[in-house]
C-alpha cells in the first residue's frame, strides 16, 4: 500500500493529472476518476516505443452505483477534449472490460505480467481513438 500512496502523491502533484470526483444522490463521495499524460515510466517497460497520449489512470465507483451511469459520467469528464486515450487494466476483469469496450475502447496488444502490488497477474491496454 505504500508503493500506491507514493504513487498517488507523485500524480497529484503532477499539474497535467486531473482528479474527477463524483458524488451520490446525497453529496458523499461515490467514485473518482484520475487522468495525466502518458506513459508513465513503468510502462515502458511493456512497451518501449508508447508515443506521448492521455492516460486514464483510475477509474473507481462504489459498488452499489454500478451500472448508474457514474461511471460513465466520471470518464467522460475525466477525458473530455482528450482524444485519444488509454488504459491499463487487469486481465479476467471482465465488467470493467466490458465497460470500457461499451465506451468505445479496444483491446491493444499483448497482456503482460503486472509488478509492484499487482505482481501475480497479468495486464493489458485498452485504447480509444
Known amino acids: 500500500m505504500a508503493d500506491i500512496a507514493a504513487e498517488d502523491r507523485e500524480f497529484l502533484s503532477d499539474p497535467a493529472g486531473r482528479v474527477v470526483l463524483g458524488l451520490d444522490g446525497t453529496g458523499e463521495p461515490a467514485g473518482f476518476a484520475t487522468v495525466c499524460d502518458g506513459p508513465q515510466r513503468w510502462e515502458l517497460q511493456f512497451e518501449p516505443g508508447l508515443q ?17 451511469g457514474l461511471g460513465r459520467q466520471l470518464l467522460d469528464e475525466a477525458v473530455e477534449g ?6 491499463w487494466i487487469m486481465a479476467g476483469n471482465a465488467r470493467a472490460e466490458a465497460f470500457y469496450a461499451k465506451n ?10 503486472a509488478d509492484g502490488p499487482w505482481s501475480g497477474q497479468e495486464t493489458f491496454r485498452m485504447r480509444r481513438s
Open 52 to 68: 506521448p497520449e492521455r492516460e486514464l489512470v483510475k477509474l473507481y465507483v462504489l459498488e452499489r452505483l454500478h451500472g448508474s
Open 82 to 87: 482528450h482524444d485519444p486515450v488509454y488504459l
Open 104 to 113: 468505445g475502447f479496444e483491446r491493444i496488444g499483448p497482456a503482460y505480467q
